[in-house]
């Protein structure tokens, strides 16, 4: 079955320790892309890669990392969270000509 | 890049066609409409795309303007099923980045 899973999908967590969310998809797309959503704010992006080893800036990267070393994974790096970090993440993927991206579940996110 | 403009929410009767607006004026000739929607708090899942002529599948229609400065979706029978927040998406093919509207919240009633 065609998917991006997305792990942990709950995580509840204190400020400053480090944490990875992990996206994994199984369609060989080469475009993948890290979403937050917050109430009131609707889904923005925080990270996009168009391919292995190339990244790029959304619209909020402040406090976050990724990395693309593999075509299928699309880690979500936060080195040092926050509690304004709390929120709702969402990884997406599709083809190279990002025609319509396929979400993940959803990962809830609690910095206390 | 273009933002987009929507109402924050929308009611339509069951079996009747919902019609979602979406304000993009300041669009360019290379970039597409897109339509997601969210249920709940799931993934957003893809309706339908286009860049200037209307367009149709199983899910929904798209009509963009002539001077592609608005468009609508349209889903022909809402159902309950259908109550969602809809998202209407302007982006450079290709270019990686999405600027989501705030979205509109579809209510559809019995």
């Known amino acids: 079955e065609a998917q991006v899973t997305q792990n942990p999908r709950y995580l509840i967590t204190v400020t400053g320790k480090k944490l990875t969310v992990t996206c994994s998809q199984n369609m060989n797309h080469e475009y993948m892309s890290w979403y937050r959503q917050d109430p009131g704010l609707g889904l923005r992006q925080i990270y996009y890669s168009m391919n292995v080893e190339v990244t790029d800036k959304g619209d909020v990267p402040e406090g976050y990392k990724v990395s693309r070393k593999e075509k299928r994974n699309f880690p979500l790096i936060l080195e040092s969270p926050s509690p304004n970090q709390t929120s709702l993440y969402f990884c997406a993927s599709s083809s190279w000509d990002a025609d319509t991206q396929y979400f993940g579940p959803g990962t809830r996110l609690t910095v206390l | 890049d273009a933002k987009t403009t929507q109402p924050p929410s929308m009611d339509c009767a069951e079996g009747r066609a919902a019609n979602l607006p979406c304000n993009h004026s300041?669009?360019?000739?290379?970039?597409?409409v897109y339509w997601y929607r969210q249920i709940h708090s799931q993934g957003p899942q893809y309706i339908i795309h286009?860049?200037?002529n209307n367009e149709t599948n199983e899910m929904a229609s798209l009509i963009i303007t002539e001077d592609r400065k608005s468009s609508t979706l349209i889903l022909p029978h809402a159902t309950l099923r259908d109550t969602a927040v809809y998202y209407c998406i302007v982006r450079v093919n290709q270019g990686g980045k999405l600027i989501f509207g705030q979205g509109t919240e579809l209510s559809v009633k019995p």
């Open positions: 286009g860049l200037k």
């Open positions: 300041t669009i360019s000739g290379n970039e597409y």
